[in-house]
């Protein structure tokens, strides 16, 4: 069992960007809620699931919604608190702790706010290893737990609880309760046992965040190689440096797509990527063909600075390097790809992991 | 005739503008009072051009003042916050993210009530105004009467923060208030941040620009005068007591204006080459293009639209380290004058560099004529090259534009810049803040979400375009003038139903001010 404080919670966030894969929202609101929690509460117990008993209940607690909106109507603190108590009621059982469901953004600081704030331990895992876009794209779907019960609620005190055939269905469902909410929603899903979640979660990605931060927040102050040290860090491969040329951004069925062209420099120089992203960054061709596709992480990166960019921030002129970094293995099954894979995505190539290409 | 002036931190500079031509320029040294220093440096220019005081049209004045006051921790006025949004944002109070010894100083009292709005215009909960008059009674009651009010995108709906106002002054009648919507953009922590250090600054903008008028009264200067805001726009002395938290960045943004001007080009890149930095920044429709970034100003978070601009460490004064080849980023900074080799001192710098390679005389020549050419001429390359790169990083595309080189340490711009149309070092630019100061129109902005299933984008484009305009009216613009500079659409993401946020901005020229500047200037 390891503590999480106001210190960890800052390298937490910070790493969280990187794992966000230029999407997941901003976790700037959702720091400073689950630091004004540990600042009120105390600080939070954070578990690993071989800490836990087999029957250990675990729900795990978010935001849905536009991460825009956010950053205006900021939640009640109790909407989260009436998702997660909804859920424990419908099944009738105890809950022992709460956890991510997504490390990379804004969801994997949300939880901690919760756990402050109600003293539940938060557990050192998640359900994505990354950030993804819809609800049922989850390592829980794979293993077939259930979203159900799902529970979202809003600031006024409505709840709304889910029985549903399919985590898909719950995805359809809740996109457009959460409009209705407002554009924002805190929801509490997939409740399994700390036993289930040993086959079905992500293990340590919370701490993996958190080192990933340290790194960053060192290379920040001490400018030496910050990209190389990231990579070393996230166990990734360097796939190419270049200078962004243009980028063309679409809006379709509310997502944000878009692709940008990148012009190789240095040892790339001559070659030309083209990273194809949807709120998140999702598939990269090198010269037409394609080198990296979800599952696997794809990191945008000031190339002086390490900073991670965001799908909105990729602009012109601005030098990247772009590291590659191998998804969790439960991703590359049949059941994973179908989820997540590229042909989810509407990308015409079958996956090949990225080691089998640069490692 | 019209004066700019640009007080900063060392310098306050004047200037006096003939239509588009600079009568005459002062450097003086900023004082503790503010007034004393820019009464020296207009009686300055006015004495240096000869003409009559009568003749002055307006004056301009750009101040770090306002910023200084809230870094610095001095001169702020206790200010409680009242924000609409109940049953929303109980977990993140107003001034959460402050740092505790400005929250200390400002008083941190804060007041939750309902109301507030969504993003498409629907009201979170109904407004309560027995809720409010009792929260008014008890600011009253704490002796406080600096009061900032914020709601729930006000920025789409602002109506509850104009009858928390209305019923606020019922109880406290002299009460400053700031409302968040006229202040600031989405983001409701940042926009409230900045209404909260609006009304705490009120009491230093009322006696420091009353000081200002005490000191044109005191050279018998009658025209009206103004102050530059954070986006290169002026607001006139009334507006400026009300809103001093608008000054903020004014500098830069002077700055980069008066670069368009003495260039006589609206689209460009600015470098500005200074002893440590070099700072650049791209000036779209003749002005700065802004940062999408929050900004902290003391510790605190804001949304303002500050300009964009791009630092690296080069300067006249940057560190030459040989084998391997580096150029900065240690510099020796406002030493250059006694440590570079050129002017006696025994440290290698990018101005040694330069010396030695020919294109200009500096101090010591012979200090310098020792060095290896070779190294001279890489370094040159070296210098130009990293002014390449970041010229290029802060394009919007492969299209080579115009650069402005601008500063003290202009100097180092000996060759041609790699994507640059052409290179121009205009004249006057140690006075650029002042003259950007003096050009000086005003604006106004509309930052709104709009659901474009429920209007089509040609109206909803059409109506933010309205609002900004109108704004720009009401802070003091000629109708007749007004000319959309700004337009930004962004889709919100992980969100059906196309809502997209419009931001607009507009600008004319002063009603009844002699004709744009920038026009006479020709544009481009």
Redesign the interface.
């Known amino acids: 069992m390891r503590i999480i404080d106001e210190a960890v919670l800052e390298d937490l966030a910070l790493g969280a960007a990187v794992l966000g894969t230029g999407g997941g929202g901003d976790p700037y609101i959702g720091k400073l809620m689950a630091r004004q929690a540990i600042r009120d509460y105390g600080p939070v117990e954070l578990y690993t699931l071989d800490e836990l008993d087999d029957d250990d209940l675990v729900v795990p607690t978010a935001m849905m919604g536009a991460p825009t909106v956010m950053v205006e109507k900021m939640p009640n603190g109790d909407d989260i608190v009436n998702a997660f108590l909804s859920v424990g009621k419908y099944i009738g059982a105890p809950v022992k702790a709460t956890m991510s469901i997504e490390a990379g953004g804004l969801n994997s600081v949300v939880p901690i706010y919760l756990a402050a704030r109600l003293g539940v331990p938060m557990v050192d895992c998640d359900g994505m290893g990354r950030a993804f876009p819809e609800l049922q794209m989850v390592t829980h779907t794979i293993h077939g737990i259930s979203s159900t019960p799902f529970a979202m609620s809003d600031e006024r005190g409505n709840t709304v609880l889910m029985e549903t055939i399919s985590n898909l269905w719950t995805e359809t469902f809740a996109r457009s309760v959460t409009v209705n909410m407002g554009a924002m929603a805190m929801i509490a899903l997939y409740a399994a046992t700390a036993a289930q979640l040993r086959e079905a979660a992500i293990p340590g990605t919370i701490t993996l965040a958190e080192e990933i931060g340290k790194v960053v927040r060192r290379a920040r102050l001490e400018e030496d190689e910050p990209v190389e040290t990231i990579r070393g860090a996230v166990g990734g491969f360097l796939i190419f440096k270049g200078k962004i040329g243009d980028v063309e951004r679409r809006t379709e069925a509310g997502f944000a797509k878009g692709d940008a062209h990148i012009e190789g420099i240095d040892d790339y120089a001559g070659q030309r990527l083209q990273l194809s992203f949807q709120n998140e960054h999702l598939a990269a061709r090198i010269d037409g063909e394609f080198k990296v596709t979800v599952p696997d992480l794809l990191a945008v990166l000031d190339v002086d600075t390490g900073e991670p960019i965001t799908t909105e921030g990729l602009r012109y002129g601005f030098r990247v390097a772009i590291i590659a970094i191998p998804c969790a293995e439960k991703w590359r099954t049949s059941k994973g790809l179908e989820l997540v894979g590229p042909g989810y995505f509407g990308y015409e190539t079958d996956y090949v992991p990225v080691e089998e290409r640069y490692g | 005739m019209r004066i700019g002036i640009d007080v900063g931190g060392t310098n306050t500079d004047a200037v006096l503008m003939d239509g588009a031509r600079v009568v005459s320029s002062a450097k003086t040294p900023t004082t503790a009072n503010v007034s004393e220093g820019i009464a020296k440096a207009m009686r300055k220019v006015i004495a240096d051009s000869g003409i009559d005081s009568a003749a002055i049209d307006g004056v301009m004045i750009g101040t770090t003042h306002f910023t200084n006051a809230v870094v610095e921790r001095k001169r702020l006025t206790p200010t409680a916050c009242i924000r609409l949004?109940l049953?929303?944002?109980?977990?993140?109070p107003p001034m959460?993210?402050w740092p505790q010894d400005l929250r200390d100083l400002v008083g941190g009292e804060s007041h939750l009530a309902h109301g507030?709005h969504?993003?498409?215009g629907?009201e979170?909960?109904a407004y309560q105004p027995d809720e409010v008059r009792d929260i008014a009674v008890r600011i009253r009651d704490a002796g406080l009467d600096a009061i900032a009010i914020s709601s729930?995108?006000s920025p789409v709906n602002a109506s509850f923060e104009e009858q928390t106002a209305e019923i606020v002054r019922e109880a406290i009648p002299d009460a400053n208030i700031t409302l968040s919507s006229e202040i600031g953009r989405?983001?409701?922590?940042?926009r409230e941040n900045a209404a909260i250090m609006n009304s705490c600054l009120r009491g230093l903008a009322a006696r420091t620009v009353d000081g200002f008028k005490a000191a044109l009264d005191e050279l018998q200067i009658r025209a009206p005068f103004y102050i530059s805001q954070n986006d290169g726009t002026l607001m006139n002395a009334d507006f400026a007591k009300e809103y001093p938290v608008l000054t903020f960045a004014s500098g830069p943004t002077n700055s980069m204006r008066g670069a368009a001007f003495l260039s006589g080009l609206r689209d460009a890149i600015v470098v500005d080459v200074g002893g440590t930095t070099t700072d650049i920044g791209v000036l779209q429709h003749g002005f700065p293009r802004p940062a999408?970034l929050a900004v902290d100003i003391g510790g605190v978070r804001t949304n303002f639209r500050m300009p964009d601009t791009y630092s690296i460490g080069l300067g006249g004064g940057s560190l030459i380290q040989s084998e391997p080849l580096k150029v900065g980023p240690q510099s020796v900074g406002y030493e250059l004058t006694s440590k570079a080799l050129v002017f006696g001192g025994d440290v290698l710098t990018a101005t040694d560099m330069i010396v030695a390679g020919g294109s200009e005389v500096i101090g010591d020549v012979g200090a310098v004529s020792g060095l290896d050419a070779d190294l001279v001429a890489a370094t040159q390359a070296r210098i130009m090259e990293m002014i390449a790169?970041a010229v290029?990083?802060?394009?919007?595309?492969?299209t080579p534009v115009p650069v402005i080189v601008v500063g003290g340490g202009s100097i180092l711009v000996t060759g041609e810049i790699e994507g640059a149309s052409e290179i121009i070092k205009p004249e006057h630019f140690p006075v650029a803040n002042a003259i950007g100061a003096a050009i000086a129109q005003v604006g106004g902005e509309c930052d709104r979400?709009f659901s474009l299933a429920e209007m089509n984008r040609d109206d909803a484009l059409n109506q933010a375009k309205a609002e900004a305009s109108e704004r720009a009216v009401n802070a003091g613009a000629a109708p007749e003038s007004i000319e959309i500079v700004d337009v930004e659409e962004?889709?919100?993401?992980?969100?059906?139903?196309?809502?997209?946020?419009i931001m607009v901005k507009a600008i004319g020229d002063l009603a009844g001010a002699p004709p744009s500047v920038s026009s006479m200037n020709g544009g481009n």
């Open positions: 949004g049953p929303a944002t109980v977990c993140l959460v993210d507030g969504e993003f498409d629907r979170i909960s729930v995108f989405i983001g409701l922590l940042e999408a790169i290029d990083r802060m394009k919007t595309s492969a979400i962004v889709p919100l993401a992980y969100l059906p139903g196309n809502a997209t946020r």
